[in-house]
């Protein structure tokens, strides 16, 4: 029950805002920050409460704050949600990383509510997956955080938004009707005809039948491919990261991507195991591509978000290496548990580091419209704080010890080494590729004589489609505007977790292991 | 009726027929002793004598599956489905017609046709018999003629003739069908033919076969007879659009599943095939001919064929599949309120005829845009709309009856189908929000003065029209949200 306050709550804070037109923008985003705060309270309460067990507990048991209510008898399809080690850690990522941005956008002027309205919508639907423990409700949530993020980057988004927007709804929406062919397979292949997860993760589905098994673990996996995005399909989220609003962008980087993630860990491969087997080794070797892929192409970008979207195809792929090492069940139990239980702290810490750094980027977009390295340069002396912040964001990102990310390669690494060695060796050369870039980027934006965008309206050329009347902010010459206090207090503290989770993983870990020590024993069945 | 004797207790069974009829004639009378600015009185008989058949037909739901008049009309699960949707979904469009309708001189004459059709349609769907059948089609053709043309401009004549030609000659391919499987069998009842079909000579069954179906594609606008759907759509009132593209659809497909179900699986051709290639074609024609269509009604025109598709795909699998008649009824019911939803949104603003021209009407309605945005990505398949219960039933029911290569077809369809449908969904987001995306507008004060600027020729937006798109959108939300306690309602045992 609390979880389903948990899930609803943002959703009637939402239809709140939208029926109650007199409201003004200003604390129209104050409703959203109360939601969004009144909702991490609540979480927060969940994880204090949670008893993540001893030994392997989740997936299949040991679920916390359960409810399963009938909803399609006819197909036994159910609203069965539930929090476990896999989950949790997700689902209070979610509520921090909405709240960052409910604060972030407090000084956003362009249609507060209707804003205000839509990120409720896209919190709601991003707890609902991550809490789903039915196929069907899975998809639901699935669908609608698209929908809701199509709107999020058509409607607030810059230069070619439209484009992106349909761009990324078209390939996410690919990729979510594969997955409903997917998980419609599992269904009929399972015994009790269900689409209940636990059920079918207790009695894998086609476990005899290596060719439907495959097919539909290719069905699956290629929709949470697009989704996560890995190599060759990512090419959807430069577009949309680079047109998506800041707030937008780190809820999709941080939140969205990880959905993908969260669906191999929760479903391909708790209830395929043995596909998951039998073809551990594409993950592996696509999670390496993605790696070394997404670094190179990082480097070569011209544009700071552009070059932060391709950062997270390299992320992502760490935590497809490690969740493809831990279906080789040549290597031990605990080597494939300590690879699981690093590709879900990756992504917890992907999504803080990763939602820090694109906000930082909507610094840069609110001041002088745009992300190209070459119209910024030497902003440490104008813009101490936020040259401090993006410092260590960028340092957290390339995974320096003392980070969340350092704890979760080294975990993706020593796990994977067993069972994948030559893979994981190359894997590493991505990480120094990564630490080359920020540092790059850093030199280019930091360092050096002051350069900000002119006052220039060349550059500010956006169309104004339908001819709406456009006022533009001019950048103002020579100086940068240093945070504000909204922004710092939206960025301060995903920062700040993720170095409390790089010093102390301890706490983190504690509700992990349990699970993903499940997750490495029913992929050997 | 109060007499329970043998043939008292069958015409009880038709009581929403009945009622059906009734309201038709009566409707009728009443029209002709009423003032033409009091004709409003005809609408209320006539919806209250759908709600009345509705009512009737959800109490005979609960009732074991008989049949009547020597076993020519059915009373199970899917006639009662039937017979609830069209008698609500005539109430609707009913509705929907009266801005439009008001005082129009052949005001009555609408409403009772509409009525005949449904009555139509809904034999269609209950006929058990092949005789029936054809004159279930030629009542379910019949007024829709006369509906199609009503506004009696040139682009509805033309529209009307086309739909009559073809709607003869199919008739006459539904007679040769009827023929053949006479001729094949020496009878007319489903069930006899499906005892007796298995033995028939092949090319006359699979003549017979085919005539029928033709028929019956023709009605539910399937390809390859579905060429009068866009011009009769787009020539004729939105109104009329509504219910040509809704009703006679019920009841075609429900009739086509009843013939698979039974009769034509003992066939000695592949029939579950030929629809499933039938189904395939159609989804695809219908999404591809849409693409390029600017204009809304057109649009929809072709977005119902592509509907009709997936539906066909559940009738392929007819006797294939326990999960075929749960997905049926589902995705008939959430096409049915969501087309009329979006034919609605149509009614809304009758002046505006393409997408653009919509989505600038629209600049100040930002609650119609958000119902929209429901129906239309309802028709796509997003949850957690009825259509997307529909269809992952149709396409889990597809699967199970061994046509997964169709669910493959189907599945790349719909993602096709969400590029036309964003087509109108984009801009009139876009406009109801204001100018899109004013990037550097910290300067407005508040976001309402900037798209409150509303353009001097704002267009009307006719308030029943919208107000039917937002019940319909709730109602798509809540089928699909409810749809567990629907089925279990319906479904027996």
């Keep these: 029950m609390l979880l389903t306050v948990v899930i609803l709550l943002p959703l009637i804070a939402a239809g709140l805002l939208m029926a109650v037109p007199q409201l003004d923008g200003r604390s129209a985003t104050w409703v959203w920050v109360a939601a969004s705060a009144a909702d991490l309270a609540l979480v927060g309460w969940m994880w204090w409460r949670f008893e993540p067990g001893t030994g392997a507990s989740g997936v299949v048991g040991g679920i916390g704050y359960e409810t399963d209510v009938q909803w399609i008898p006819t197909v036994d399809a159910g609203y069965h949600v539930g929090v476990d080690g896999l989950s949790l850690p997700l689902i209070a990522l979610t509520a921090v990383l909405f709240l960052a941005c409910a604060v972030w956008s407090l000084r956003q002027p362009d249609r507060p509510r209707l804003q205000a309205a839509l990120f409720l919508f896209l919190e709601t639907a991003c707890l609902g997956t991550f809490a789903s423990l039915d196929l069907i409700l899975f998809f639901v949530f699935f669908d609608l955080t698209i929908v809701g993020m199509y709107f999020v980057i058509a409607g607030w988004g810059h230069g070619n938004a439209r484009r992106s927007a349909l761009k990324f709804f078209l390939y996410t929406f690919v990729g979510s009707l594969a997955l409903l062919l997917g998980f419609i397979g599992l269904f009929l292949g399972s015994d009790t005809r269900t689409f209940d997860m636990v059920t079918l993760a207790q009695d894998p589905p086609l476990a005899g039948q290596p060719v439907a098994g495959g097919l539909v673990l290719l069905a699956i996996g290629l929709g949470l491919a697009i989704k996560t995005p890995v190599f060759p399909f990512h090419t959807w989220l430069p577009d949309a990261h680079t047109d998506a609003p800041a707030a937008g962008s780190a809820i999709l980087a941080g939140i969205l991507l990880k959905l993908g993630t969260y669906g191999f860990v929760r479903i391909a491969m708790p209830i395929l195991p043995d596909a998951w087997q039998r073809w551990a080794l594409v993950p592996v070797v696509i999670g390496v591509i993605s790696v070394l892929w997404g670094a190179l192409a990082a480097l070569a970008q011209t544009d700071l978000k552009r070059m932060i979207a391709y950062t997270s195809v390299n992320h992502m792929g760490y935590v497809l290496l490690g969740l493809g090492a831990a279906g080789m069940v040549a290597a031990d139990t605990g080597a494939r548990t300590l690879a699981t239980i690093g590709a879900v702290y990756q992504m917890v810490a992907h999504g803080l580091l990763t939602g820090a750094l694109f906000l930082l980027t909507g610094v840069l977009w609110s001041r002088g419209r745009t992300y190209a390295f070459d119209k910024w340069g030497g902003l440490a002396r104008p813009a101490p704080v936020f040259a401090a912040l993006l410092a260590v964001a960028a340092f957290g990102a390339l995974g320096l010890p003392g980070f969340a990310s350092f704890v979760a390669e080294f975990q993706v690494f020593t796990g994977a080494l067993q069972a994948s060695p030559v893979a994981t060796v190359i894997a590493v050369v991505g990480i120094l590729v990564t630490a080359g870039l920020f540092l790059v980027a850093l030199q280019r934006l930091l360092a050096g004589p002051t350069v900000v965008p002119d006052d220039d309206p060349e550059q500010d050329d956006e169309p104004s489609t339908d001819g709406g009347s456009t006022t533009l902010v001019r950048a103002r010459t020579g100086s940068l505007r240093d945070m504000s206090a909204a922004e710092l207090v939206a960025v301060v503290p995903l920062l700040a977790l993720a170095i409390v989770l790089g010093l102390f993983p301890r706490a983190l870990l504690d509700v992990i292991e349990p699970a993903a020590r499940t997750v490495a024993e029913l992929v050997a069945r | ?493």
Excluded at chain 2, 16 to 26: D, K, Q, S, W
Excluded at chain 2, 57 to 69: E, K, M, Q, R, Y
Excluded at chain 2, 224 to 253: E, L, N, R
Excluded at chain 2, 382 to 403: C, E, N, R
């Design chain 2, 1 to 493: 009726m109060n007499e329970m004797g043998d043939s008292g207790g069958e015409v009880f069974a038709m009581l929403p027929e009945l009622l059906l009829l009734a309201g038709a004639v009566g409707g009728l009378l009443l029209g002709l002793w009423t003032p033409q600015h009091h004709q409003w009185r005809v609408r209320v008989l006539v919806v209250l004598a759908c709600l009345a058949s509705a009512a009737a037909a959800a109490v005979g739901l609960s009732g074991n599956d008989s049949t009547v008049f020597e076993d020519t009309w059915v009373i199970d699960t899917t006639t009662g489905v039937v017979r609830i949707t069209v008698a609500l979904a005539v109430a609707l469009i009913v509705g929907l017609g009266a801005s439009s309708l008001a005082g129009h001189p052949r005001e009555t004459e609408a409403y009772v046709l509409m009525l005949l059709g449904a009555l139509g349609a809904v034999a269609l769907a209950a006929g058990n018999d092949l005789l029936l059948l054809v004159a279930a089609y030629l009542l379910a053709s019949v007024p829709l003629y006369a509906l199609a043309g009503f506004a009696k401009d040139a682009r509805g004549t033309e529209a009307t003739m086309k739909y009559y030609l073809m709607g003869a000659f199919v008739g006459v391919l539904l007679l040769l069908g009827v023929a053949s499987v006479v001729l094949a069998t020496g009878v007319t009842g489903y069930p006899a033919i499906g005892d007796l079909l298995g033995q028939a000579p092949a090319p006359l069954a699979a003549l017979g076969v085919l005539g029928v179906l033709a028929g019956l594609l023709f009605k539910a606008g399937a390809v390859p007879v579905h060429q009068w759907v866009p011009d009769v759509t787009a020539g004729t009132t939105p109104t009329m659009a509504a219910y040509i593209t809704t009703i006679p659809k019920v009841g075609a497909v429900a009739a086509a599943f009843r013939l698979l179900d039974g009769p034509f699986a003992a066939a000695p051709v592949d029939v579950p095939l030929l629809v499933a290639v039938i189904a395939a074609l159609t989804m695809t024609l219908g999404n591809l001919a849409a693409f390029s269509q600017t204009e809304v009604l057109r649009l929809l025109a072709y977005s119902t064929i592509s509907q009709v598709g997936y539906l066909l795909m559940v009738v392929a699998v007819a006797a294939r599949s326990d999960l075929a008649l749960p997905a049926l009824l589902i995705y008939l019911v959430g096409y049915a309120v969501t087309n009329i939803g979006v034919f609605a949104a149509a009614a809304a603003k009758p002046a505006a005829g393409t997408i653009d021209e919509w989505a600038a009407a629209s600049r100040d309605r930002r609650w119609l845009v958000v119902s929209l945005v429901v129906c239309l990505l309802g028709l796509v398949g997003t949850p957690p709309t009825a259509v997307f219960v529909g269809k992952l039933a149709v396409f889990s029911a597809a699967w199970d009856g061994g046509l997964a290569w169709l669910v493959v077809v189907a599945a790349i369809n719909t993602v096709a189908s969400l590029f036309y449908y964003l087509r109108w969904i984009t801009p009139a987001a876009a406009s109801s929000a204001g100018a899109p995306s004013l990037r550097g507008s910290s300067q407005a004060p508040h976001d309402h003065d900037t798209h409150r600027a509303v353009s001097a020729q704002q267009e009307r937006v006719l308030a029943g029209p919208m107000t039917l798109v937002h019940l319909t959108a709730i109602a798509s939300l809540l089928l699909g949200i409810g749809s567990g306690a629907v089925l279990v309602a319906a479904l027996p045992g």
